[in-house]
Each structure stands twice: as C-alpha cells, then as structure tokens.
C-alpha cells in the first residue's frame, strides 16, 4: 500500500511556500464491505475532530467538511478485491488568512522598529525602511505558511494510513481483526 500525492505545484503555492491544496490517492488490495462504512466515518471524525457531511451507497462512501477556511473530504469506492481511497483538502481561506495575518503583523513590527529604535521621524526616512519592512514580512508569511502546510499534510497523511489499515483490515498498532501482527 503507497500513498500517491496527486496534483502538481502551482505558482500560487511555490510563492507561498507550501500547498494550498493537498489530494492523496491510495489502492488497498481489499474489499471492504459497505456495512461497515459507519467505521471510516467513525475514524474520520476521531482524528478531525470535525463531524462533516457523508453519502453512502453500495460501494462508496463521501464524506466533506467546510468552513470558511478549508474544506476537506474523503471518498471510499470498494470494490471486491480493491478499494481506494482519496483524500483532499483545500486550504485557500486559511492561507490567505495566516499569510496576510503574518505579513502585516511583520509590517508593523519593522516600522515600529524604525519609528522607535532607529528613530526615523521623516517620510523619505520610512520609504527607505518599507523595502525591508515588505521582504521581512514576505519571509515570515512564507515560513508561517510553509510550516502549517506540512503539518497539515503530515496529519492528512496519517488520517489516509488509519483508513487503508482500517480497509486492510489492520488496526492502528498494525495488527489484523484478530490480534495477530500484520
């Protein structure tokens, strides 16, 4: 069982330091019954701590969570032989929230900084700081951003191995339905 990062960078993220959208794929090679879909859900909302939104039919289960700032889901399709699993979450409210949030608390830090350590009192004297006062807080946005998104992943990464053990039929500690190591 591998997990496949789907998608690819965009400009957006590459500026931003991190993804603002994460979707990973994963093929179990087991069916999972669909009487048992209430477990995934039941997992789902343990690790996300979020209830969210689910549809369920004979071989899938879809369940979405939204807010303001991500949005999330986890689609089941089991076979009889194969199951897979997608995951995606999308985080585009989030990161313009903590990147700007950043951005202009470092902003005002560095004229802070300027008005009162260096003691520039003039206009010209402020344009000469604001370039430095921008690349800062771009820096610090960029590195805020970056470490929350690889939390984030790593998080997402784990929540997709709980489902395919559960699929496999492995608890969380590795071993089978029955106690026994996978």
Sequence with gaps: MQTERKGRSSVG????GGPTTIQLERRVEAGFPAERFDQ??????????RRGQRRMDEESLVWENSSDVESMGVTVVAGAEETRIRLFARYGGMAAFIFFAAFFTVLFLTAAFGGFVLSIRSVAGGLK???V???LSYLASRAFWRAFARRREGELSEL????AQ???GEDAEG???DGHPA
């Design 133 to 135: 006062g921008l690349i």
């Design 166 to 168: 559960l699929v496999a």
């Design 129 to 131: 700081l604001l370039p």
């Design 175 to 177: 071993e089978d339905s």
């Design 40 to 49: 995934i859900v039941e997992l789902i909302t343990q690790r996300t701590h």
């Design 13 to 16: 993220s590459v500026l931003l």
């Design 160 to 163: 997709m191995e709980a489902v």
